[in-house]
């Protein structure tokens, strides 16, 4: 996955706003959504929202962004970009921290909350494409088009994407509970 581009071709319906009071509320109708993507591809809620601030930023020194044909899908390339890029030293960290430390969620006797724990610690150590591919996909319920879309791929290369992802995060899965 490449650096994104500004220079998108405008859509029929699609400019972007063009006064700083529109900045504010482009941020108001995409940060909730951005944060809980950029959480669920790094695990983390600081990160995350760090993340969302650092776009937002980068696209605010540019504003008015240009011509961006689905700012949407934008946001979301540059969330999957500023987690995987900007945050890879932090990942490892917390992969091995998460081998290593006691659970990110607080005990509560739930056997289904400990399972989510489980479920997101495996999705911490896949690689970084095969991460975005199925947070889009299947967290955020995103089409495999959409997906192809927001990262600027094949859809043939998100369907394999989707496919040795879900394979390795069921071997991770499984070595989890052998370990147990």
Not at 17 to 37: I, M, N, S, T, Y
Not at 49 to 74: C, K, M, Q, S
Not at 148 to 165: D, F, H, M, Q, Y
């Amino acid at each position: 996955m490449g650096p994104l581009r500004m220079d998108c071709a405008v859509g029929d319906d699609a400019g972007p706003p063009q006064e700083p009071a529109d900045f504010d509320v482009v941020f108001r109708a995409h940060q909730d959504g951005l944060v809980r993507l950029a959480g669920l591809l790094c695990g983390d809620a600081r990160q995350a929202e760090d993340a969302v601030a650092e776009v937002f930023a980068r696209l605010y020194r540019r504003w008015p962004p240009g011509t961006i044909h689905n700012l949407d899908a934008y946001l979301r390339r540059a969330i999957v970009n500023e987690v995987g890029e900007g945050f890879r030293r932090r990942a490892r960290a917390t992969r091995l921290l998460a081998r290593q430390a006691a659970p990110l969620t607080q005990p509560s006797g739930d056997d289904g909350v400990a399972e989510r724990d489980r479920v997101w610690r495996a999705m911490l150590r896949l690689p970084r494409r095969q991460r975005a591919v199925l947070v889009l996909r299947y967290f955020d319920d995103a089409s495999e088009a959409r997906v192809a879309e927001i990262l600027a791929l094949p859809v043939g290369t998100v369907k394999s994407n989707a496919a040795r992802g879900l394979e390795r995060l069921r071997h991770i899965l499984g070595e989890d509970d052998d370990a147990h």
